[in-house]
């Protein structure tokens, strides 16, 4: 198993007597994204704190570049960057002060500092602002100097708790591709995320965890297979219609509440003509039509028959 | 890298936080001054303490001047906890004694830039000591110990505070301490069960020795328990601030 990054069996942990992590398995190739999907309070970060030697587990083995975390810290620290779930960044100093502390700390040569620091503030796009104090960013971009300070020194395994929340659409698509540029380097990236779409865009795999248990895990596609797919809802103003449609669109499933119908789609054009032309063709009109992708709410109706905001409880 | 250039790295980023913050540091400066004028000119001629009222007050006011100086360390602390930042130097294998000495060295000079305006002022309100050189440096001693002692507590309390404002406030009890003990009323001028208090707390002791090394006449009665005291403090606040450094992330 040499080429396992991280390697995790029956990870246990609790505080007092309220279990956060309850037998967790998990492997993670070199070189690949693994990106842990989960609600509020599911356990992510308390994983990711276990990995990355900060919390010790209660039982289990954890071996994180082929070290195990509890009695090879050390060896575990000099392998792995930490990006954790809100920007560790020193306020009162500017950016690049920031990333030189991160030289100043880490095993990188003295005189190759100055080189290190103008690379990673030219690839982040901070060189405008690095003379700024970082009380002075926006959130993204301390989100940016955060990951920044977290490449100093090359590591070779990456742990990103929730990389992207909080962030616009640009800039999550900004961080988006430089988590896949450093995969492409053969970095190895652990990601936790509440977002179906990003562990889909970016991973390789993906494990859903519940309640500190893993519900389900396996590839992007493994897991769409099990949830249902992108679909388009119809909403009508009476039952007799939401009826009548029901019976001309066959494979449908109706939500009598909402006066809705959820039918199975790749949401392309040409499969909603052919539908708008159905129901035109029996005269029936809907009040609302919409195109639905699956979100993590899916997910976790799907797997465990409840939605997140039950699970957060 | 070696614990002890990283100790000089930490020690160099407290520098810069003080020297940018500014508003902590003339806090600590300050607000000492503004209590010795409001004493010395408001209450001064109230309190009949055997000697010029400065000459009694500063001692004391060189005290509650270092707790002053707390407030800002423990909120400093605490946002490195609470806002990643000791995670993150943990998981880059920084030691536990670089990242905590270089606040609790930057809170003793906080406190020696306080003293040191402070006993400026005095001297201009007419403070006489009849310290010798030697006597003046047992007093610095005691006031850098002192400094080390509750440095090392409040770093603790940091550490451990959930928030930086219960941070700030879990300091609050070390800046009053020093107004229920002699630092300006001499103990048996108080009321009875405060008297007492004044009596055993472990600032009493330590104002005592100061008082008496700037008069010129230090007593090893006072000297023994003020530095009973302060290793006391210090220990306890080094032992809690080291696990809560380990545990809590
Ligand atoms: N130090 C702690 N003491 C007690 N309980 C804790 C501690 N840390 C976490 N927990 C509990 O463990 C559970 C999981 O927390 P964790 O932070 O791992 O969740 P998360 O998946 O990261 O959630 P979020 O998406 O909100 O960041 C929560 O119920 C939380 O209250
Ligand atoms: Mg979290």
């Known amino acids: 198993m040499t080429s396992s990054a991280i390697a995790v069996s029956g990870l246990r942990k609790a505080y007092k007597d309220k279990v956060v992590l309850d037998g967790i398995d998990l492997d993670v190739p070199a070189g690949t994204i693994f990106s842990l999907l989960g609600p509020n309070g599911a356990g992510k970060t308390t994983t990711v704190n276990v990995l990355t030697t900060l919390v010790k587990a209660d039982a289990g083995t954890v071996r994180v570049a082929g070290h195990d975390v509890a009695t090879q810290a050390k060896a575990v620290r000099a392998a792995i960057g930490v990006t954790g779930q809100f920007a560790a960044v020193d306020e009162l100093l500017t950016g690049q002060e920031n990333l030189r502390l991160m030289v100043d700390l880490s095993p990188v040569p003295a005189r190759d500092g100055k080189r290190v620091v103008t690379e990673l503030l030219e690839r982040f796009d901070l060189v405008e602002s690095a003379q700024k104090p970082v009380s002075t960013y926006s959130g993204g971009m301390r989100r940016k100097l955060d990951l920044a300070m977290t490449l100093v020194g090359n590591p070779r395994i990456i742990f990103l708790d929730e990389p992207t929340t909080g962030l616009d659409p640009r800039s999550r698509r900004t961080m988006w591709s430089i988590i896949r540029d450093l995969v492409a380097d053969g970095v190895t990236i652990f990601l936790t995320t509440q977002y179906l779409e990003e562990a889909d865009q970016l991973a390789d795999r993906i494990a859903v965890l519940d309640q500190g248990r893993l519900v389900a895990q396996g590839t992007p596609d493994d897991l769409k297979r099990q949830i249902p797919g992108t679909h388009v809802r119809l909403r009508f103003t009476t039952v007799a219609e939401l009826d009548a449609a029901a019976r001309v669109l066959g494979d449908s499933t109706r939500d009598d509440e909402a006066l809705a119908l959820r039918i199975p789609s790749d949401g392309g054009t040409r499969s909603l003509r052919a539908l708008l032309d159905r129901l035109d063709e029996y005269a029936i009109s809907a009040e609302g039509l919409s195109v639905q992708t699956p979100d993590l709410d899916d997910v976790f109706l799907a797997l465990t028959g409840r939605t997140t905001e039950v699970a957060a409880k | ?249």
């Open chain 2, 1 to 249: 890298m070696s614990t002890k250039s990283h100790s000089i790295v930490m020690l160099r980023r407290n520098f810069k936080h003080i020297a940018r913050n500014p508003t902590s540091v003339f806090n600590a400066v300050l607000m000492p001054i503004v209590i010795m004028l409001m004493f010395v000119y408001m209450f001064g001629d109230a309190f009949n303490v055997g000697v010029d009222y400065i000459d009694y007050a500063t001692p004391g006011l060189m005290l509650l001047a270092v707790c002053y100086g707390l407030g800002s360390t423990a909120t400093a602390v605490n946002s490195d906890m609470t806002k990643g930042i000791i995670n993150r130097f943990k998981v880059m294998h920084v030691s536990r004694g670089a990242v905590l000495t270089g606040h609790v060295i930057a809170s003793v000079l906080t406190n020696l830039v306080a003293i040191a305006a402070l006993v400026g002022v005095a001297f201009l309100l007419g403070f006489d000591p009849s310290a010798s050189l030697l006597d003046w440096l047992g007093a610095i001693g005691v006031i850098v110990l002192l400094g080390f002692a509750a440095g090392w507590l409040t770093v603790a309390l940091g550490l451990f505070a959930k928030s930086p404002e219960t941070a700030g406030l879990a300091s609050v009890p070390l800046v009053m301490l020093p107004f229920f003990s002699s630092a300006i009323v001499p103990a048996d001028k108080m009321g009875p069960g405060l008297r007492e208090f004044a009596e055993y707390q472990p600032f009493t002791p330590i104002i005592e020795t100061l008082r008496g090394l700037l008069n010129g006449a230090p007593s090893a009665g006072d000297a023994i328990p003020a530095l009973a005291w302060c290793v006391g403090i210090a220990l306890v606040g080094y032992l809690w601030a080291r696990s809560t450094f380990t545990k809590r992330a």
